[in-house]
C-alpha cells in the first residue's frame, strides 16, 4: 500500500510540475470546441446540436492525445526496469499509473467539461449527465489504453499503433457516452447507456492491470 | 538613453520622481474626461447613451495596440543591445497591456449587444484584438516558463517582435475588408472627423490612460529591481558553497 | 519448453547454467555458466558489443536467456540494476528521486529507509544536491545519484553497467567503498567494467571465451531462435 | 545545397522509417472525421453542413500535434548542438526542418483530404477548393509552427506553450480556409481568400526562418 | 555589454580570457584563460560538477560566458563537439549517422567525402556495424561511432567530453591514435577527461583553480546576472 501510494504521488506530482499533460489534454478539449465555434462562425443552432457528440468525440481524442507518454518515460529511461525488478505486484504498479494518468488528464477533462456544456448550450439535465458519463467513461478509456501502451511499448509506431489497438475498444465507450448525453436533452430515460458505462467499468478495472502486466513483462527490452 | 538609465539606482531614482506627476495626470485625465464624455457631451442621434461606451472602449483599444508595440519595440533594443532594461520593461508592461485589451473586448462586446444586437461576430478587427489577447497571454506564458530567467525573456522578447505584425492588421483591418466595426475617424489620414464635443472627452480619456499605465509601469519595475536586489542578498547570505537553488 | 526467467534456488548462491544470448538474430555468447557467493564480486570484462550488458540482463531476469537458466541466491530480497543509462526523472529532484526508490525498493521501515538514504546521500556527496531537479545534475553528478538509489535499496545483488562511467576520483573512491561495504556485510555484486584491474579480489568473467564462434541463427529444426538443449 | 539537400533526405528518410508522426497526423485526421460521423449516426445533411469546418478545423489541430517534435529530439540527443556548430546558415537548417516536416505530416493530410471530402458529401468544387486551401494553408501553419517550437525549446511546459504560442497566428489561416472552402460550395467567388491564403504563405516564408533561427540560438542550452 | 560570443581572432590559436561560468545562479568558475595552439591539446580536468561541460559549451558558442570572450583560431574550418550524449538517431544505421554529418560538417568534396567517412569507419571498427540502426548499438558502440562522426568532420578544433566514455582497449586506444593523427596534422584539441595521465605531452587545466571561491549572484547594482565587467 505504501508502495502504491509511493508510486501514485510520484506520478501525480511530476506530471503535475510538468504540467504539460494535464494542460495539453485540457487545451486541446477546449481548443477544439473553440476553434469549431470558430469554424461555423457562431452558428449557435447547430452548435447545440452538435453539442453531445463534440464533446464526447472531443474528451475521446484528447484521453488517447496523452497514452503513448503513460510507460513510455518509464521505458526509456530505464525505471521500467526499476519496477520490473521491485517486489510491488505489476499489476499494482499499473493500477497506480492509470490512476495518476487519470488524476492528471481524466478529472481536469471533467473539470472542464461544463463549461464547454455551457458555452454550447446545453440544458441544466445534459450538462449533470455528461459530467456523469464521462466520470463513468474517461476511467474506462485509461484503463484500455494502459493494455495499449504496455502492448506497443517500444514498437516501431508506438503511438498511432496505440490508436488502432484502442480504438474498437472505445468505440462502444463513445457510442453510450453520447448514449446518456443526448438522452438526457431529449428528456428521456439514461439508465440503460448509464449502466452499460459502470459494465464497461468494472470489466476494465478487473482485466487492464492483468493484461497491461502481462504486456509489460514482455517488453522489458 | 538607454545607456544613462543603464544603472538600476539612476532608473529608480528618475522613476521615483516622475511617479507623482503620473498619478496626478492620470487622475486629472479620467477625472476630467469622465466629467465631459457623461455630462458635456451630448448622446448620439443614432445610438444614444450608449455611445458613451466609446470613452472607455477607444482610448483601452489604442492603449492595448499601443502598449503591444512598446513591449515589441524595447524588445527588439534588448536584444539588439543586449540590455536587459528591454526586457524588464516588456515584462512589466504586459500584464497592464493584457488589461487594455479585456477591457476593449468586454466593452466592445457590451456595445456590440447594444448596436449591432450580437455580442461578438467573427470579423477582422474582432478577431484579430481576439489574437492579440492570445499573444499577450503566451508572451507572458512563455516568459516565465524557463528556469533560466534570461532565456525567458529572450524567447518572449522574440515571440512580441513576431507577434507585431499582428498591430497593423489590427489597425488597418476595418480598411482592408468591409466590417462591421467602425472605420478609424480620429487617427486616420486627412485629420480627424468626429465633432470637438465627443474628442474633447475621448483625448482627456485617452491621456488619462497613458499617464495610469506609465505609473503603473514604473511601479512594476521598481518592484522588480527591488526583488531581484532582496533574492540577490538572500542568496548571497544564506548560502555557503554549492547551497540551496532557487527555481525563477 | 521450460520458463527461463531466473528462479529462486535452494542454495545462497547466484548460479548461471549454460547460458546462450542471441541478439537481432547473432549468438552473442553460449554455454556461460559461473556461481557467485555472499560476499563474491563477478566482474565482466570483455570488447565493446561482445554482451556484457545483455548477460546483466539476462541475469536481472529483464530478458531471458536463449538457453540456460539463472538460479537466484534464497533470500536475496530485491536486485538492485543499474544500466547504462542513469534512469533519473528529469523534474524530480535528487531527494526526490532517492525517498521515492527506497519506498519502492528500500527497507519497509520508514526509519530504516530515511537512514539508508542518508547514508546513501553521504556515501556519494549528493547533500548539497538534493533540492537540485535532476536535469541540472552534470554527467558525474547523475551518476551519482544513480549509484545512491542502489545503495538505499536493500538488495543483496547488484548488478552494474560500468558504474563507474563518469565518475571524478572521488566518486570512483565512493564506490569502491559503497562496494566493500555490500560485500562485507555478504553481498554480491555482477560488475560489467572496461576497468577489471580496479578492485582486487574480484572474480573476473572474461565474456569473450563463450563467444559464439560462428554466427548461429535460428535453428530450423526447432520453433524459436533457441541455442542448446531444448526439451 | 547539397546540405540542405542531405538535411532534408535525413530528415524525411527517418520520419518515413519511423512512420510515427504521418500516421499519427493521417489518423488522428481520419479518426476525428470518422468519430464524428459516428457520434451523430451518420446524420448526413448535417455532416455536409459541418463538412469544411470539420476538415479544417482537424487539419489545424493534426498539423499542431506533431509541431512540439520538430526539434525537439535534436535539441535532446544534442544534434541541434552539432547543426547549431555547423556552417550551414541555421535559417537554412530550419527551411529543410519545416520542409521535411511538411512534407511527411502535411502532404499526407492533403492526400487524405479528398477522401473524407467525399465521405462528408462534399462537391466537385468544395473538393477542389479544399485541396487549394491546404496546399496554401498548410505550408504556412508548419512554418508558424516551427517558430512556436523553437521559441519553447527547454521551456517548462512545452507542448500546450506551442499550441497557445502558434494559435493566435492560425487562426487567420483557418478563417480564411474554410472561407475558400464555404465559398466554393455555395458557388462564390473565392479569389479574396485563397490570395490571402497566399499572401500568409510568402509572409510566413519570410519571416519565420529568421524568427526560428533566432529563437534556436538562444535555445542552445 | 559586449557580444561574448566567440569571434574569430587574428591568431592562429584558440584564446580564452578571463572566462566567468554562472549556472543555476551559482558562479562555477571565474577568470579562466589559456591559449592553444596548433598541435596542442588541453586536458580539462576536475571533480564532478566543477564545470568542465560548461567550459566546453561556452568554448564551442553554444551558451555565453558570464563574462570574458573566447577568440577562435583563423581558418578553424568548423568546430567539432562531442558532449556527454552521443547524439545518434536511433533510427539512422551506422552508415546513413555518418554519411549525413559528413555532409553536414565533412569536406565539400564528394570524394574527399567518402574517404573520410572511410577513414573514419577503419579507425573505429565500424565496418561491421555499417548497416545496424543506432539503437541497436551497445554503449561502447555508439560512443564509437560519435567519434567517428568527429573524426569525418573536416574541423581543425575538437571538443570533446569525456570521449573514451564506455570505450573497450581497443576503442581507447583507436582514439588515442585519431587524437595524435589530429594533433600531427596541426589540428587542436579540448578535452574534458577525468583520466589525465593517459595523454602525454598534452597541458591540463585544472578547473578548480578557479572555482568561485564564494557564490557570487546578480550584482544588484547591475542589471543582469553577470559577473565581471559591465558597461
Ligand atoms: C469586441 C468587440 C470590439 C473590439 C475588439 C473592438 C476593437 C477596437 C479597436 C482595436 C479600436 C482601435 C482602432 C484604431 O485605433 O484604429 C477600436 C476603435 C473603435 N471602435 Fe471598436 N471594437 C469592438 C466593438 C465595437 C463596437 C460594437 C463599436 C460601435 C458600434 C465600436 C466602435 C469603435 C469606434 C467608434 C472606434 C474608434 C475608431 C476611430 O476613431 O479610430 N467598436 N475598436
Ligand atoms: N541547466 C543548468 N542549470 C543550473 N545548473 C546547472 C545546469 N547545468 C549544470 N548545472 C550545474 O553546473 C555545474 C557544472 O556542470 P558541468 O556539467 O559543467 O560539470 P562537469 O565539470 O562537466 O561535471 P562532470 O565531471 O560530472 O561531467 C554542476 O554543479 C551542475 O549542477
Ligand atoms: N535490441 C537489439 N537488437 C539487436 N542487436 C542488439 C540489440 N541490443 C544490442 N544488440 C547487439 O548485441 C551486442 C551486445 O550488446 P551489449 O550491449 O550487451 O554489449 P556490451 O558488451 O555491453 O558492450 P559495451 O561494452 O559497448 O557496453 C552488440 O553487438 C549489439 O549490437
Ligand atoms: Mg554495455
Ligand atoms: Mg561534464
Redesign the interface.
Known amino acids: 500500500m505504501?508502495?502504491f501510494c509511493?508510486?501514485l504521488a510520484?506520478d501525480v506530482?511530476?506530471s503535475f510540475?510538468?504540467?504539460?499533460d494535464t494542460?495539453?489534454v485540457v487545451?486541446?478539449f477546449l481548443?477544439?470546441v473553440f476553434?469549431?465555434s470558430?469554424?461555423?462562425?457562431?452558428d449557435t443552432a447547430?452548435l447545440a446540436?452538435?453539442a453531445?457528440?463534440?464533446v464526447?468525440?472531443t474528451a475521446?481524442?484528447a484521453a488517447m492525445?496523452a497514452l503513448d507518454r503513460l510507460f513510455l518515460?518509464d521505458f526509456e529511461?530505464?525505471?521500467l526496469?526499476?519496477?520490473?525488478?521491485?517486489?510491488?505486484p505489476l499489476e499494482l504498479v499499473v493500477l497506480a499509473k492509470a490512476a495518476a494518468h487519470w488524476i492528471t488528464t481524466g478529472l481536469p477533462l471533467i473539470a472542464a467539461a461544463p463549461a464547454l456544456a455551457l458555452v454550447l448550450n446545453m440544458n441544466g439535465a445534459g450538462l449533470a449527465h455528461l459530467v456523469l458519463s464521462l466520470l463513468l467513461g474517461t476511467p474506462t478509456l485509461t484503463l484500455i489504453g494502459t493494455i495499449g501502451a504496455a502492448l506497443t511499448l517500444g514498437a516501431?509506431?508506438?503511438?498511432?499503433l496505440i490508436?488502432?489497438l484502442v480504438?474498437p475498444l472505445y468505440?462502444p465507450v463513445?457510442?453510450f457516452g453520447?448514449g446518456v448525453v443526448t438522452a438526457a436533452i431529449d428528456g428521456m430515460d439514461a439508465s440503460v447507456p448509464i449502466m452499460a458505462l459502470g459494465g464497461f467499468l468494472l470489466g476494465a478495472l478487473a482485466l487492464a492491470p492483468l493484461a497491461s502486466a502481462a504486456a509489460l513483462r514482455q517488453a522489458?527490452? | 538613453m538607454i545607456h544613462f538609465l543603464a544603472n538600476p539606482a539612476r532608473f529608480m531614482r528618475i522613476g521615483a520622481r516622475l511617479l507623482p506627476w503620473c498619478w496626478a495626470l492620470a487622475a486629472l485625465g479620467m477625472g476630467a474626461g469622465l466629467w465631459f464624455a457623461l455630462v458635456v457631451s451630448p448622446a448620439d442621434y443614432q445610438q444614444g447613451d450608449s455611445v458613451r461606451i466609446m470613452y472607455i472602449h477607444v482610448p483601452s483599444a489604442w492603449m492595448a495596440l499601443a502598449v503591444y508595440s512598446l513591449i515589441a519595440l524595447v524588445s527588439a533594443m534588448a536584444l539588439v543591445w543586449k540590455h536587459p532594461l528591454g526586457f524588464l520593461i516588456g515584462r512589466a508592461a504586459a500584464p497592464l497591456g493584457t488589461g487594455f485589451t479585456v477591457i476593449c473586448l468586454v466593452t466592445g462586446a457590451l456595445w456590440g449587444q447594444t448596436s449591432w444586437g450580437t455580442w461578438?461576430?467573427?470579423d477582422a478587427r474582432l478577431t484579430s484584438v481576439l489574437i492579440l489577447f492570445f499573444l499577450y497571454l503566451g508572451y507572458m506564458a512563455l516568459g516565465s516558463a524557463f528556469d533560466d530567467a534570461d532565456r525567458g525573456n529572450r524567447a518572449a522578447a522574440l515571440l512580441a517582435m513576431v507577434g507585431f505584425v499582428n498591430i497593423p492588421i489590427i489597425k488597418f483591418s476595418v480598411d482592408w475588408w468591409s466590417t462591421l466595426h467602425q472605420p478609424a475617424s480620429v487617427l486616420r489620414m486627412g485629420g480627424s472627423a468626429i465633432h470637438p464635443s465627443m474628442l474633447t472627452p475621448l483625448v482627456l480619456m485617452a491621456l488619462g490612460f497613458v499617464a495610469y499605465f506609465l505609473a503603473l509601469l514604473v511601479l512594476r519595475v521598481r518592484a522588480e529591481i527591488a526583488g531581484r536586489k532582496v533574492a540577490a542578498l538572500m542568496m548571497a547570505g544564506a548560502m555557503g558553497g554549492a547551497g540551496e537553488f532557487h527555481d525563477n | 519448453m521450460t520458463d527461463h526467467r531466473p528462479s529462486v534456488g535452494r542454495a545462497d548462491r547466484l548460479i548461471a547454467r549454460d547460458i546462450a544470448c542471441i541478439r537481432g538474430g547473432r549468438l552473442l555468447f553460449a554455454g556461460l555458466g559461473f556461481t557467485l557467493a555472499p560476499g563474491g564480486v563477478m566482474l565482466l570484462t570483455g570488447p565493446n558489443g561482445i554482451g556484457k550488458s545483455s548477460l546483466l540482463?539476462i541475469l536481472?531476469?529483464?530478458?531471458p536467456p536463449a538457453a540456460g537458466s539463472v538460479e537466484l541466491p534464497t533470500d536475496t530480497g530485491?536486485?538492485?540494476?543499474l544500466?547504462h543509462?542513469?534512469?533519473?526523472?528529469p523534474?524530480?529532484t535528487v531527494a526526490?528521486t532517492l525517498a521515492?526508490?527506497a519506498?519502492?525498493?528500500g527497507p519497509?521501515d520508514p526509519q530504516a529507509r530515511r537512514q539508508a538514504i542518508e547514508e546513501a546521500m553521504e556515501a556519494f556527496a549528493l547533500g548539497p544536491l538534493a533540492a537540485l531537479p535532476c536535469r541540472y545534475l552534470s554527467a558525474g553528478q547523475r551518476r551519482r545519484v544513480a549509484l545512491g538509489r542502489v545503495m538505499a535499496g536493500a538488495a543483496r545483488l547488484w548488478l552494474m553497467d560500468e558504474p563507474a562511467t563518469a565518475l571524478d576520483g572521488a566518486g570512483a573512491r565512493a564506490f569502491d567503498q559503497a562496494l566493500a561495504g555490500h560485500i562485507a556485510a555478504g553481498g554480491m555484486a555482477v560488475v560489467a567494467t572496461h576497468a577489471p584491474n580496479a578492485l582486487d579480489g574480484a572474480e573476473i568473467l572474461e565474456i569473450a571465451r563463450f563467444a559464439g564462434t560462428a554466427p548461429r541463427f535460428a535453428d530450423p529444426d526447432t520453433w524459436g531462435p533457441s541455442v542448446g538443449q531444448d526439451p
Open positions: 505504501t508502495a509511493a508510486l510520484f506530482r511530476l510540475r510538468r504540467g504539460a494542460m495539453v487545451g486541446f481548443l477544439t476553434l469549431f470558430l469554424a461555423f462562425r457562431g447547430l446540436r452538435i453531445p457528440g463534440l464526447w468525440v475521446l481524442l492525445l518515460a529511461d530505464g525505471s526496469d526499476q519496477l520490473l525488478l521491485s517486489e510491488i516501431r509506431r508506438g503511438g498511432v490508436s488502432l480504438l468505440i463513445l457510442i453520447v522489458a527490452r | 461578438w461576430v467573427w | 540482463g536481472a531476469g529483464l530478458a530485491r536486485i538492485a540494476y544500466g543509462g542513469d534512469g533519473l526523472k523534474l524530480a526526490e521515492f526508490w519506498a519502492v525498493n519497509g
